[in-house]
């Protein structure tokens, strides 16, 4: 397994944008699906991207769609989560997740999983 460690969250207001980033160590980042997933105080925790070993194939939640966009960098071992036309209800803790094989939208079936970074969007 890869060990991971997110940051890049803050404090944002209304329509700002956000970089995050997913560090990974370990094991060989290429051949590993990533995932970010966000959990807000009080709800279940949501999907938010994916992103394939190669980067070729992403995917979106529906609440995301259009505004966020996932992409990484093999050579640097990093994966990023790029956030544009915040609202209030993005905020959450956003966490990445690794795992080696085709990526998926449930949080449980990445082995990897880094701590979380805090995004809080104010009106």
């Known amino acids: 397994q890869v060990q991971l460690a997110e940051s890049g969250g803050g404090l944002v207001q209304t329509g700002g944008s956000l970089r995050l980033s997913c560090v990974a160590s370990?094991?060989?980042?290429?051949?590993?699906?990533v995932a970010w997933f966000r959990q807000a105080p009080g709800k279940e925790r949501e999907f938010v991207a994916s992103?394939?070993?190669?980067?070729?194939?992403?995917s979106y939640g529906d609440s995301v769609k259009g505004r966020f966009t996932i992409s990484r960098d093999n050579a640097k071992n990093t994966v990023y989560l790029q956030l544009n036309l915040l609202k209030p209800e993005d905020t959450a803790v956003y966490y990445c997740?690794?795992?080696?094989?085709?990526?998926?939208?449930?949080?449980?079936?990445?082995?990897?999983r880094g701590q979380g970074t805090q995004v809080t969007v104010s009106s």
């Open positions: 370990g094991r060989a980042f290429s051949n590993y699906a």
């Open positions: 992103t394939s070993r190669s980067g070729g194939i992403t």
């Open positions: 997740a690794a795992r080696e094989t085709t990526s998926s939208r449930i949080f449980y079936e990445y082995p990897s």
